[in-house]
């Protein structure tokens, strides 16, 4: 069973850091795309940054500079996000998928999901 679990959202004043951070098990495919989404309140769920198993990485323009997706051999995931402003407050989720030969900010394009972690940025 795959299981999803972010951590380290919190809140935090306008210029600021967070590093967000995805916990993942039970994903035994060897190819596959993983990557971070967000919803704020009264808005559809948007991409924010996506990596694949090769390392290919796609952000979305919104973040594009300030924020970094990495992640490791066990699948866990990471969210370095700098120069944050109120705009990115939202719930954040991690999400994982089959691979894809074109990188998707799409959440359709993926299966699995955590619970989500709330970011909040005050001006």
């Known amino acids: 069973q795959v299981q999803l679990v972010e951590s380290g959202g919190g809140s935090v004043q306008a210029g600021g850091s967070l590093i967000l951070s995805c916990a993942a098990s039970?994903?035994?495919?060897?190819?596959?795309?993983m990557g971070w989404f967000r919803q704020a309140p009264g808005k559809e769920r948007e991409g924010v940054a996506v990596?694949?198993?090769?390392?290919?990485i796609k952000y979305a323009d919104s973040v594009m500079g300030r924020f970094t997706i990495s992640k490791d051999n066990a699948k866990n995931l990471w969210l370095q996000m700098n120069s944050l402003k109120p705009e990115d407050t939202a719930m954040y989720y991690c999400?994982?998928?089959?691979?894809?030969?074109?990188?998707?900010?799409?959440?359709?394009?993926?299966?699995?999901w955590g619970q989500g972690t709330q970011v909040t940025v005050s001006s």
């Open positions: 990596i694949d198993s090769d390392g290919r």
């Open positions: 999400a994982a998928g089959r691979w894809l030969l074109l990188l998707s900010l799409r959440d359709h394009d993926y299966n699995y």
């Open positions: 039970g994903y035994t495919y060897s190819r596959y795309c």
